[in-house]
């Protein structure tokens, strides 16, 4: 079974100092790779995805992403983080070639900004 | 355009009551998701549906959950005798279609159910 680990479960930055938030899964081959925030009251909403190709994908609000297949990892990055930054974060994956289309969930990190 | 509904936003109800949680996904979406959010968690996979039917069920924890979709666009997530267990939110996802893992999941902002 595929599962998420997000080792921190709350990070706290100064605002403009960059940000990389860790994410590891367990799956028998890559899957699909998603990063997900969830602001209070909002709803999840992606930042970015990893399918296929180059390993470093960009993302919305000037976040990036790196998959890194001999550490099983897909860690999120900021250059420099902004107040509106402040929410929680959550990696998940998706199963590739099989009929499955649920999205496995880590437990997410909490971000927050100091000024 | 508009993103995916839910209502009501919370609710509060008595152990052993039936809820009812409801869902308007994106229109044209064809592919619905129930997830399950615990206090301090990430969302857990309910049920998926692709147009009417029940596709994928496997994460409904036991038979007093129940979910239907009857026209391919609203659904209905039924909890019966409800236990305090069950308080969580409730998300809804919706995407185009469900032809791969790979469609992006649009999610509404969830439904808060405190069982008392």
């Known amino acids: 079974a595929q599962s998420v680990t997000q080792p921190d479960i709350h990070i706290t930055v100064s605002e403009g100092a960059s940000l990389e938030l860790r994410c590891n899964y367990s799956y028998g081959a890559t899957p699909y790779l998603f990063w997900y925030v969830q602001s209070p009251g909002q709803g999840l909403q992606l930042l970015l995805k990893?399918?296929?190709?180059?390993?470093l994908v960009q993302g919305i609000k000037g976040f990036e992403a790196e998959f890194k297949r001999s550490q099983s990892s897909f860690n999120l990055r900021k250059p420099s983080v902004h107040w509106s930054d402040a929410a929680e974060y959550f990696c998940a994956v998706g199963a590739r070639g099989t009929g499955r289309r649920a999205l496995t969930f880590g437990s997410g990190t909490r971000l927050q900004v100091q000024p | 355009g508009a993103g995916v509904s839910q209502t009501p936003s919370n609710k509060v109800t008595e152990k052993g009551k039936y809820v009812e949680l409801r869902c308007d996904p994106i229109?044209?979406?064809?592919?619905l998701y129930w997830y399950r959010q615990s206090l301090g968690q990430g969302p857990e996979f309910l049920i998926y549906?692709?147009?009417?039917?029940?596709?994928?069920d496997s994460g409904l924890p036991n038979d007093r959950f129940f979910a239907v979709r009857p026209e391919g666009s609203v659904s209905t997530l039924k909890i019966q005798r409800t236990e305090r267990g069950d308080s969580a939110v409730y998300l809804c996802a919706s995407s185009l279609s469900a032809g791969t893992a790979q469609n992006e999941q649009f999610f509404g902002p969830g439904t808060r159910l405190t069982v008392l």
């Open positions: 990893y399918f296929s190709g180059d390993t």
């Open positions: 229109s044209g979406h064809t592919a």
């Open positions: 549906f692709q147009g009417t039917g029940a596709a994928d």
